[in-house]
C-alpha cells in the first residue's frame, strides 16, 4: 500500500513554483500578486489564511491580507474588488470562505475578475472547465487531481468514483476526471447503496463531511483513494474514509492530516501564476 504523501508532494510543486516565480520575475521585471480578503474572526479561517500568506511569500509572490470585521457592509467588500480587478499589480483574488449571513456568497464570487479568480469558483470558469476550455481550476480538486496522477500517470478508461456534489470539490472534481477519459459516477448522500457504487471504483474521492464513511468493505482492491474529508471527532481528525480499514485493500491513500490539505495551498499559488501568466 502507497501513502500518498501530500506534504512531500506541495513541497516538491512549491520548490517548482519558486523557480518558475523567480523565472518570471527576470523576464517581466514583476511578480505575482495575491490579495485575500478575510472577513470576521473564523478561527479556521484565520490559521488557513496564514498558512496561504507563508506559503506565497516562500515561493516569491507578492501576497497581502485584507481583513475586515464581520460588521462589514456588502458595498464595502464590493467596491474593494472592484479595485482589486484594476490593480495590475494583483494578479489573483480570493475571497475567504464562509462569509457572514448578510453578505451574498454569489454576489461577491460574480465580483471577481475570471482571469483574477484563484478559487476557480467565478460562473464562467465553472462554464469553462466543464466545456473543456482554459480556465482557473478550484485548488482542493486540482491538488486531489495532481495527487492521482502521481500514482496513475494514465487514467484512461479507469471507473471513478466521486462521492460528494459540492460545487467546491465533488462537480469541479468530476470535469477533471471526465477530461482525463474517466467514467466517472458521482454519489451523495442520496445514493441508494453507495457501498456497492464505490465497489466499482479504480478511484474513489471521497468529499461528503462524513467522518468515516467509506469502509473497508466499500473499496475493491488496489484501488486508489483520495480523502477530501476533515472532521473533528472524540478521537481527533479523521477523515471521510476509515483509514485503518481501507488501508488494507487500497493499492493507495491518502492520509487525514497532511494529504490532500497541503495540496489545497500549492494549488493556490499555481493558480495565481497561471492567471499572471495569462494576463501577461
Avoid at 154 to 176: D, E, F, I, W, Y
Wanted: charged letters at 30%; proline letters at 5%.
Amino acid at each position: 500500500m502507497i501513502l500518498i504523501d501530500g506534504k512531500k508532494i506541495a513541497a516538491d510543486l512549491r520548490e517548482d513554483l519558486k523557480k518558475e516565480v523567480s523565472e518570471l520575475k527576470s523576464k517581466h521585471n514583476k511578480v505575482p500578486g495575491l490579495t485575500v480578503i478575510l472577513i470576521g474572526e473564523d478561527a479556521p479561517s484565520q490559521i488557513y489564511v496564514r498558512n496561504k500568506e507563508r506559503s506565497a511569500k516562500e515561493v516569491g509572490l507578492k501576497s497581502e491580507v485584507i481583513k475586515y470585521p464581520d460588521t462589514v457592509e456588502e458595498k464595502t467588500v464590493l467596491k474593494k474588488i472592484e479595485e482589486l480587478n484594476n490593480d495590475e499589480s494583483v494578479s489573483g483574488i480570493l475571497v475567504q470562505l464562509p462569509l457572514p449571513k448578510h453578505i451574498n456568497k454569489q454576489k461577491v464570487i460574480e465580483a471577481i475578475l475570471p482571469s483574477k479568480d484563484v478559487d476557480g469558483f467565478h460562473p464562467m470558469n465553472v462554464g469553462n472547465l466543464s466545456s473543456g476550455y482554459e480556465s482557473s481550476i478550484p485548488c482542493t480538486p486540482l491538488g486531489c487531481y495532481l495527487l492521482i496522477k502521481k500514482i496513475e500517470p494514465n487514467l484512461s478508461g479507469k471507473k471513478a468514483v466521486v462521492v460528494g456534489r459540492s460545487n467546491l470539490n465533488g462537480k469541479p472534481m468530476t470535469q477533471l476526471l471526465l477530461k482525463e477519459n474517466c467514467t466517472v459516477t458521482i454519489t451523495h448522500s442520496k445514493t441508494k447503496d453507495l457501498k456497492g457504487e464505490c465497489l466499482k471504483g479504480d478511484i474513489i474521492v471521497a468529499a461528503v463531511g462524513m467522518p468515516e464513511l467509506v469502509k473497508g468493505d466499500w473499496v475493491k482492491k488496489d484501488a486508489i483513494v483520495i480523502d477530501v474529508g476533515i472532521n473533528k471527532t472524540e478521537k481527533g481528525i479523521v477523515g471521510d474514509v476509515a483509514f485503518d480499514e481501507v488501508s488494507k485493500v487500497a493499492k493507495a491513500i491518502t492520509p487525514v492530516p497532511g494529504g490532500v490539505g497541503p495540496m489545497t495551498i500549492a494549488c493556490l499559488l499555481k493558480n495565481t501564476i497561471e492567471c499572471f501568466k495569462r494576463s501577461n
